[in-house]
């Protein structure tokens, strides 16, 4: 079982919750369970960066999850140089 | 990984585009030329804030000369809607808008209309001959001025994300961050330090003007020539704001002549398109200095909000930052970066960040070298010293008593690998600098700062030519000597001298997709990308040399550039590249190596800055008088360049802490759009920057490397600050720390 | 209104081109003469990009107009090498690493010139005083100063 973290500014859109366990083989895996689990959430992680276990990718959809994962949602990381 | 001893990697010889640089031949933005080429020019707004009610080009129009005038109404109109999350993304109507106004003119000098003429003063004479009728509305100039009751609003139809809002707001998204219990945690400590810190508006800086060059050609393609950080971000953005497919857009970047994040958007591209396939000539349009301060990418302006709880051993125990920033004109401020990074550095059992974005009629903010995160960090490593003083510990102590180490969980979510911040401080406390006496008006500060590197996708190409040297080809500009650092890894693989290596920056034609040169990943990612390729063609020259000799691929190794018989090839003689490379064409062809890769994050980038500063006490000018810059850079390629980042950053940080900063008069207008107001570091303001490069292996990368470029910018702001604190009894809470704002602090301070 | 016929001599060569009253010698080098290694950073004489030497004296090239060059000699960063040899200031500036992004460059190796040539010994504050025309955004000075130094003690036949 993958956990998700939550931040604060996400936890409004999950009913509070801090964090959750949920069944996924990859990344589009969990998003999709996420959006069953919490409409609310419903696209806002399409664009998302994810990090998984402090690994933190951009582009990460189709990341492979371990059954230890743990996983965080958050914006794009880019920079000015 | 740590353990490889490496040929090039870590030497510093000359980059190979030096000579172009050094002779002037080298090809910035500016100066490319193409026949028959017009020059473009802008017609800029005189307003900060105004309902655009007509624009009447006819007398430009009419103008001997001028070839054609573009405006909004040339512009398909793309909606407004944000592409991405709240911490992060882009909106391509409002980029669109930002490139040439529509309905509304948002800033002093927000583009209105386009002219292109044979000269570049008839261009610009065109442009007075454009009237244009305003409804002139009041000006939003501050974060004040923006959150009041009342406030005009900028953008009355946009939906603010994150917060719920009675009616239109000026604050277009919030963001949070928090952990533990903050209450508890603040019930908990000995020592409550609260303070509210204030940044100026700041530019980039670069010395080479925005410019860009178009054709347009009859099958619909377009050519651009410009000075960018991503060809293929100029490729993809232009075709989105003009609705055509990016395929029909071809982006050679020139020569970069800075950019600190300043040239990772777009400005003139699809003005310059509109304005060649109108004429149907060339178009060039560079930007001149005043034009770059007044329209483009400043960075944002900010308020911070700093609580620090610690116990009297010096332990952290709860951290509440709250910060605003102005976006400019439309939605985007670095807010969720500053969050993210501001309470990075320590350990905190109990936190909340919150981050707001906030519009104001300024120019729309760009990215600029770790965004955000100086001004956050500003406000929390200013609270650090205070709380250092306060509990009477050593400040370098304190931090590292407080310091995040690997395992140790970001406030942002992820959990660290192996960092360098606790290294940089002991580093720090046992550096020379750290124990030389102070004299009379003088006072040191120090501070740690945080940037968390990007990864992002590249491509590569290693190419072996006949003679045995190669070529590697990558896209992104080099804006400060990637070039030499991607040609040593390359070297590294294929065991030849870095000389024999020509590094070549390509086009969105010649090489694969490739972000842009911005987030500190291009020698981490970009380098990634060419090791691979350069092991890939590694691969293919011991099956070359297998086949000349007759036996398994596996049966030859390759060192130093020199394919060996192993095991049962063990008699070979030892064939070097050079004699290896004439026959590739009768084994099979050129060896081309290729590779492409979209890591994660470049490793976490901390640094711990010393600043020693004397003040006058009579003119309250200031200077810095040493200054030593420690960072954690991983693997460091080509230490010069790693030195000259961690440099450069220091300095462009000092300016922000002591002289830059925007002036603007009640209308709106900027009164300092020009070097000579706008007051950057020159030589003799600065010492010699002292810097130590520790080198923590950063795990995800083969040679250990992680991004170095940003995180340089983002101590300096409170080490300048700390040191001036320890100089004058004064804590500085607003920058820049002129000479007067530092007089009167003074005065006011009795001393 | 006619152009004016100018006749001066850049690098060493005579050389004759056509200018408007009003334009600057920086404009003339850059768009009448292909010389782009000048660089414009701001037009306003702030910035030293456009540094040039005028009669052995060093200027800015935007405030200077181009019909003021009439008779007169004017050298520019593509002079500075001679033939296959980078000038020693050149050759330091590659060696310490002092350019980044290299478009402060030719302006920081044409005003070193004019520095070694008036104060062949120059302390390191004498050297970012006199460079204190020239922006540089990338470096932070400290590889410039270190290969003006370098340079000035090369010169002098110092072993550096």
């Given at each position: 079982m993958a956990r998700v973290v939550f931040s604060s500014t996400q936890r409004a859109l999950v009913d509070g919750a801090e964090s959750v366990e949920l069944e996924a083989r990859r990344v589009v895996d969990l998003i999709e369970a996420l959006y069953a689990l919490y409409p609310k959430l419903a696209g806002q992680l399409d664009h998302a960066a994810v990090a998984i276990d402090g690994d933190i990718y951009n582009e990460g959809r189709f990341q492979p999850l371990e059954p230890t994962s743990e996983v965080h949602f958050m914006g794009q990381v880019s920079g000015g140089r | 990984m740590s353990e490889r001893k490496f040929k090039y990697v870590g030497t510093r010889p000359i980059r190979h585009d030096g000579v172009e640089k050094v002779t002037g031949r080298a090809n910035y933005g500016a100066d490319v030329v193409l026949p028959g080429m017009l020059q473009g020019a802008i017609a800029r707004s005189e307003h900060a804030h105004a309902r655009i009610l007509s624009i009447d080009t006819s007398k430009a129009e009419a103008l001997e000369g001028v070839k054609a005038v573009v405006t909004a109404a040339d512009f398909p109109d793309i909606p407004c809607e944000w592409k991405g999350g709240a911490a992060g993304g882009t909106d391509f109507g409002e980029l669109s808008r930002n490139i040439m106004a529509r309905d509304k003119v948002l800033y002093h000098g927000h583009a209105l209309a386009a002219v292109a003429a044979v000269s570049p003063e008839i261009a610009r004479e065109a442009c007075k001959r454009i009237e244009v009728n305003y409804e002139v509305l009041e000006p939003v100039m501050s974060l004040d001025a923006a959150l009041a009751p009342g406030a005009p609003i900028l953008h009355p139809d946009q939906e603010p994300m994150g917060i719920e809002s009675e009616g239109p707001t000026n604050v277009t998204n919030r963001l949070a961050f928090e952990g533990g219990d903050l209450d508890a945690g603040f019930a908990d400590a000995d020592v409550v330090i609260e303070r509210e810190f204030t940044t100026p508006m700041v530019h980039q800086g670069y010395i080479e003007p925005h410019a860009c060059t178009v054709r347009f050609n009859e099958d619909g393609k377009y050519s651009i020539w410009c000075s960018t950080q991503g060809p293929f971000s100029v490729q993809m953005s232009s075709a989105i704001v003009l609705a055509i497919e990016p395929n029909l857009v071809k982006c050679t970047p020139t020569e970069i002549g800075g950019g600190f994040g300043g040239k990772t958007t777009i400005y003139l591209e699809p003005v310059a398109m509109l304005l060649a396939r109108k004429s149907g000539r060339p178009v060039r349009i560079v930007m001149s200095r005043e034009e770059v301060f007044r329209a483009s990418g400043p960075t944002s302006g900010g308020r911070v909000r700093m609580k620090l709880g610690a116990k009297r051993d010096g332990r952290f125990v709860a951290g509440d930052c709250e910060i605003w920033l102005e976006a400019g004109a439309f939605r985007g401020s670095p807010a969720g970066a500053a969050a993210m990074t501001g309470l990075s550095s320590y350990t905190f059992p109990n936190f909340r960040i919150q981050g707001y974005d906030v519009v104001v009629n300024k120019p729309k903010v760009a990215a600029y070298r770790a965004p955000g995160a100086p001004i956050s960090n500003f406000a929390v490593e200013s609270c650090v010293d205070e709380m250092a003083r306060e509990l009477r510990i050593d400040p370098i102590e304190l931090r590292l008593r407080n310091a995040v180490q690997e395992g140790d969980r970001a406030p942002y979510g992820p959990t660290f690998k192996a960092i360098g911040l606790r290294d940089t401080l002991e580093q720090a406390r046992n550096h020379p600098h750290y124990k030389t006496p102070l004299g009379e008006s003088q006072g040191r500060g120090v501070a740690c700062g945080f940037w968390f590197n990007a990864g992002m996708q590249s491509s590569a190409i290693v190419s072996v030519n006949t003679d045995g040297s190669a070529v590697v080809r990558t896209g992104n500009p080099d804006i400060g000597g990637s070039r030499v650092s991607l040609a040593m890894m390359a070297a590294e693989e294929l065991?030849?001298?870095?000389?024999?290596v020509r590094p070549v920056v390509g086009d969105t034609e010649s090489v694969g997709y490739t972000d842009l040169t911005g987030g500190s990943r291009v020698t981490f990612a970009t380098g990634m990308a060419v090791i691979e390729a350069a092991q890939d063609a590694v691969q293919q020259l011991r099956e070359r040399a297998a086949k000349i000799w007759g036996v398994d691929a596996k049966d030859v190794k390759w060192e130093d550039g020199i394919a060996h018989g192993c095991n049962g090839a063990a008699d070979q003689d030892p064939m070097p590249l050079k004699v290896l490379a004439p026959k590739l064409g009768a084994t099979g062809g050129p060896v081309v190596g290729r590779a492409q890769v979209n890591p994660a994050a470049a490793g976490p980038g901390f640094a711990t800055h010393i600043c020693d500063i004397e003040v006058d006490p009579e003119t309250g000018r200031s200077q810095v008088i040493r200054y030593t810059t420690i960072q954690d850079a991983g693997k460091a390629v080509h230490p010069s360049y790693v030195e000259g980042q961690m440099q450069g950053g220091a300095v462009q940080g000092i300016g922000w802490a002591l002289n830059e900063e925007y002036l603007w008069d009640d209308d709106g207008v900027?009164?300092?759009?020009?070097?000579l107001d706008y007051r950057m570091p020159v030589a003799s303001d600065v010492p010699m920057i002292d810097t130590v490069i520790v080198e923590v292996p950063n795990p995800t990368h083969p040679y250990g490397v992680r991004g170095v470029g940003?995180?340089?910018?983002?101590p300096p702001l409170a080490a300048v600050a700390n040191a001036m604190r320890a100089a004058t009894g004064v804590r500085f809470e607003q920058l820049p720390m002129s000479p007067p704002r530092v007089l009167e602090a003074i005065d006011r301070n009795g001393r | 209104m006619a152009k004016l016929h100018i006749e001066t001599r850049i690098n060493g060569e005579p050389t004759e081109f056509l200018c408007e009253g009003q334009q600057s010698l920086l404009d003339a080098l850059r768009n009448a003469l292909g010389l782009t290694g000048t660089k414009e950073g701001c037009t306003t004489g702030d910035c030293g990009a456009c540094s040039v030497m005028l009669d052995g004296r060093l200027v800015?090239?935007?405030?200077?107009?181009?019909?003021?060059t009439q008779g007169r000699t004017v050298d520019t960063i593509e002079g500075v090498a001679s033939g296959d040899q980078l000038d020693p200031v050149q050759q330091k500036f590659l060696e310490h690493a002092a350019l980044q992004c290299g478009v402060c460059t030719p302006g920081l190796i044409v005003a070193t010139r004019a520095l070694l040539e008036k104060n062949p010994d120059p302390t390191e504050k004498e050297a970012r005083f006199f460079l204190a025309g020239n922006l540089c955004r990338c470096t932070g000075y400290d590889k410039i100063i270190r290969a003006v130094l370098d340079a000035a003690a090369e010169l002098r036949g110092d072993a550096a």
């Open positions: - | 065991g030849i001298p870095v000389e024999r900027i009164e300092n759009p020009g070097f940003e995180t340089p910018i983002v | 800015p090239s935007c405030l200077v107009l181009a019909a003021e």
